[in-house]
């Protein structure tokens, strides 16, 4: 992973260049060890920008349960904690048009204060869950191409978020 445009302002965010996909799901992992129960994740990005494979590596790195898949078609899957940790609710907002609503009749089996919540395409549908969530901002080349590389910007908003490390990702 390279680094040269890591700003050190949080609310500009911490902007990383990435070159591969294991790259991305390495910043899962990383962005992991930041995350506790109660947190939001909001991931914003074309499709095919890796909103999903950064999804898996923070499975990876919370020590979730299951194959961590896209959720398209259930809206959200509930990955347990396999070592006492947070249980990781992926969803895929891209289907929702009414936000915090519909994400609380999904009946999910889980309690979202004591789950890390990561929420694909829900810019503008879930911000009323949280005051605090770290936003993923995932930029990718478009169109036919083969580039693998990608520029994330990671920005905490909220107190939580304040001295969390972003920066240091």
């Known amino acids: 992973m390279e680094a040269p445009h890591s700003s050190p302002a949080a609310d500009a965010g911490t902007r990383l260049t990435l070159n591969s996909p294991s790259e991305m799901q390495e910043l899962g992992r990383s962005i992991a060890k930041l995350l506790r129960p109660g947190d939001l994740v909001m991931l914003t990005g074309e499709l095919g920008a890796g909103k999903t494979t950064l999804t898996r590596g923070l499975g990876e ?6 194959a961590v898949t896209s959720p398209t078609f259930v809206i959200a899957r ?3 904690s396999l070592v006492g940790g947070p249980a ?5 907002a891209y289907r929702l048009g009414g936000g915090l609503d519909e994400m609380e009749d999904l ?3 889980v309690s979202l204060p004591e789950s890390v919540v ?13 005051d605090d969530r770290l936003q993923v901002l995932i930029d990718r080349v478009v169109g036919e191409t083969d ?3 990608r520029i ?18």
């Open 118 to 130: 990561v929420v694909e395409w829900g810019e503008g549908k879930v911000e009323e869950l949280s």
């Open 88 to 92: 990781l609710v992926h969803v895929d």
């Open 107 to 109: 009946d999910l089996d």
């Open 152 to 169: 994330v910007t990671v920005t905490g908003i909220g107190p939580r978020w304040a001295g969390a490390g972003v920066e240091s990702l």
């Open 61 to 66: 790195g919370l020590g979730v349960r299951g």
């Open 147 to 149: 580039d693998d590389r």
């Open 78 to 80: 509930v990955h347990p």
